[in-house]
C-alpha cells in the first residue's frame, strides 16, 4: 500500500479523485440541473466549487445520462495571430474544440451554437460546464458589448443544442452578473450555494484519505484537528488540505494509526505560515520579485498594526509585474480580491493568516535581516517612532552601502545619524557648558588678575 500523501493541498480535486465528502451537495445539485436546465453554483472563493464539479457532479450527471462537458473556462488561452470575434466564445469553442484538429482559424469564426452542435456530434455532451464564470467581468472590464454578445450567444447555443448548463462563480460576482444572467433560457437566476464544510464533512475529508492508504486516522485525533481548524464554526478546505498535507508528513509512519499525539502539537498558525512562506518562494523563483517587498506588503497593507485584517487597492511594489503577482496570490489562496464600485480590493484569504504571516515574517526577518534592518522594519511600522532609531556606537556596525536597501531603511539610516548627531551635539554643548566653560571662565579671571597685577 502507498504511503504517499494522500491530502492533496491546496489545489483542486481532479476528475479522476474522489471527493471524500459532500455527497449530499452533489446529489442536489445534480438534481437542480436537470430540473432546471442552467443553474449557477456560487460560494466563496477557496470553498469547494471546482473540486465538487470535476468530481462527484459530473460522475453523476454521467451516470444520469447526461454527459457533461469538462470545466470550461472563458479565460482560455489562445493561439497568437487569430482573429476571433469575441475571445469568450473563442475561448470556450478552444477548450471545446482545440483538440478536435481544427484550425483555429475556423474555429474563430464559430458562433458557440455551432461549435457547441459540432462538439455534441463528436462527443454527446449534454450538460455545457463553465467554471469562474467570474473571469468574464474581470478579464476587460469595458468590454460591455462583448459580454453581451457572449451571453447571448450563450443562450441561442443552449436552446439551440437543447442542452442544461451549470455555471460556476465567486459569490462576490454574483450581483454583478446578473444583468447579463437575464439573457439565458429559463428562469433569470436557479442559484445553488456550497458552503464552507461543516463538522462531518470536514471529518470525512481529515479521515477517508488516510483510510485509502489503510492508515486510520482516529475518531479522537481528526476531532481535534477539526476543533483547531474551524475556531468554532466552519472549516476553509484549503486549511484543511494544508495541515493535514503537514500532518501525514510529520506523522511518524512506524506507528499503526495517526492518534492524538500526532495531532496535539499541530500549530494551525505554523502550518499555514509555513504553507505562505513556501508560496512565496515558488512566486519568487517564477517571477523572481523581491521577497521582501512582497513579505512587506502583506503585513504593513493587508494587516492593521492592532493585528486585524484591512484590505489595499494596491499590490506589493514590484513594478510591471504587480497584476500577476496578486494572480498569483490569489491562485495560491492567499489573497482575495473584491470588487466595489469598479475598484479591485485585496485582502488576506483568511483571518487566519493575519497570525501565520506576522509569526512567519519575523521568523523570515530574523534569518534574512541583519539586526538593523529589524529595527528598521520597526521603526517604520511604529509611525517612525524615534525610540527604534540606532545610536551612535551601533551605526559604526551597519556597512556603508546602499545596495538594495529598501527607502525606509535608507530613510532609518539617514534619521539615526542626524539623531545621533543631534544627540552628539547635545551633549557636547552640556560638556561645555558644565566642563570647558567653567574651565574657560577660571582661564579668564586668571588672565584678567595676571594682568591687572602686571
Ligand atoms: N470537499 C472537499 N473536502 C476537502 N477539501 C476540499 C473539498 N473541496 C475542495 N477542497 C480543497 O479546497 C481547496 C479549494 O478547492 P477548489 O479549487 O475546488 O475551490 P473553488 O471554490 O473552486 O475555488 P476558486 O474560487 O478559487 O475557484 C483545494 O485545496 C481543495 O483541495
Ligand atoms: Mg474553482
Redesign the pocket.
Known amino acids: 500500500m502507498s504511503r504517499d500523501n494522500p491530502y492533496?493541498?491546496?489545489?483542486?480535486?481532479r476528475v479522476t479523485e474522489k471527493?471524500?465528502?459532500?455527497e449530499r451537495e452533489a446529489k442536489e445539485l445534480t438534481n437542480l440541473v436537470m430540473a432546471e436546465r442552467v443553474v449557477l453554483l456560487h460560494?466563496t472563493?477557496?470553498?469547494?466549487?471546482?473540486?465538487?464539479i470535476q468530481t462527484s457532479v459530473t460522475q453523476r450527471l454521467t451516470d444520469e445520462g447526461l454527459k457533461p462537458t469538462r470545466a470550461l473556462r472563458v479565460e482560455c488561452p489562445r493561439p497568437p495571430g487569430v482573429d476571433f470575434r469575441n475571445r469568450y466564445v473563442y475561448s470556450l469553442t478552444l477548450d471545446l474544440l482545440g483538440s478536435e484538429g481544427l484550425r483555429p482559424e475556423d474555429l474563430a469564426k464559430m458562433r458557440l451554437s455551432e461549435a457547441l452542435a459540432k462538439a455534441n456530434d463528436m462527443r454527446g455532451y449534454r450538460v455545457l460546464i463553465i467554471d469562474?464564470l467570474e473571469e468574464i467581468l474581470t478579464l476587460d472590464p469595458a468590454d460591455l458589448d462583448t459580454k453581451t454578445d457572449f451571453f447571448r450567444q450563450l443562450g441561442e447555443a443552449i436552446e439551440a443544442c437543447s442542452m442544461w448548463a451549470l455555471l460556476a462563480v465567486?459569490d462576490d460576482y454574483l450581483g454583478s452578473l446578473d444583468h447579463y444572467l437575464r439573457l439565458l433560457p429559463g428562469r433569470p437566476r436557479v442559484t445553488y450555494r456550497l458552503d464552507l464544510?461543516g463538522r462531518q464533512?470536514a471529518l470525512a475529508?481529515i479521515r477517508n484519505p488516510a483510510s485509502e492508504r489503510a492508515v486510520e486516522f482516529t475518531d479522537d485525533a481528526a476531532n481535534m484537528l477539526v476543533d483547531k481548524l474551524a475556531g468554532g464554526g466552519c472549516v476553509e478546505?484549503?486549511q484543511?488540505?494544508v495541515v493535514c498535507r503537514r500532518v501525514w508528513r510529520d506523522w511518524d509512519h512506524s506507528q499503526p494509526v495517526i492518534g492524538v499525539r500526532s495531532v496535539e502539537n499541530v500549530d494551525i498558525d505554523t502550518a499555514l505560515g509555513k504553507y505562505y512562506s513556501r508560496s512565496l518562494d515558488d512566486l519568487v523563483e517564477e517571477l523572481e520579485v523581491d521577497e521582501r517587498v512582497v513579505r512587506d506588503w502583506f503585513e504593513q497593507s493587508l494587516i492593521t498594526d492592532t493585528g486585524y485584517r484591512t484590505q489595499t487597492l494596491r499590490g506589493p511594489e514590484v513594478g510591471e509585474l504587480e497584476r500577476e503577482v496578486l494572480q498569483q496570490l490569489e491562485r495560491m489562496?492567499l489573497i482575495r480580491s473584491d470588487l466595489r464600485a469598479g475598484s479591485r480590493w485585496y485582502e488576506l484569504a483568511h483571518d487566519r493568516l493575519v497570525g501565520a504571516v506576522l509569526e512567519n515574517n519575523r521568523a523570515w526577518q530574523l534569518h534574512h535581516l541583519a539586526s538593523w534592518q529589524v529595527a528598521a522594519y520597526e521603526w517604520n511600522r511604529k509611525d517612525r517612532d524615534p525610540s527604534f532609531l540606532l545610536p551612535k556606537n551601533k551605526l559604526a556596525y551597519v556597512p556603508l552601502t546602499s545596495k538594495a536597501l529598501l527607502e525606509h531603511e535608507l530613510d532609518f539610516l539617514r534619521k539615526s545619524y542626524e539623531d545621533a548627531g543631534e544627540k552628539w551635539r547635545a551633549k557636547f554643548t552640556a560638556t561645555a557648558f558644565r566642563v570647558v566653560f567653567p574651565l574657560a571662565l577660571v582661564e579668564l579671571v586668571v588672565i584678567v588678575v595676571l594682568v591687572v597685577l602686571r
Open positions: 492533496i493541498g491546496p489545489r483542486a480535486f471527493l471524500p465528502n459532500r460560494a472563493s477557496g470553498a469547494g466549487k471546482t473540486s465538487l469562474q465567486r464544510l464533512e475529508a478546505p484549503v484543511l488540505q489562496y
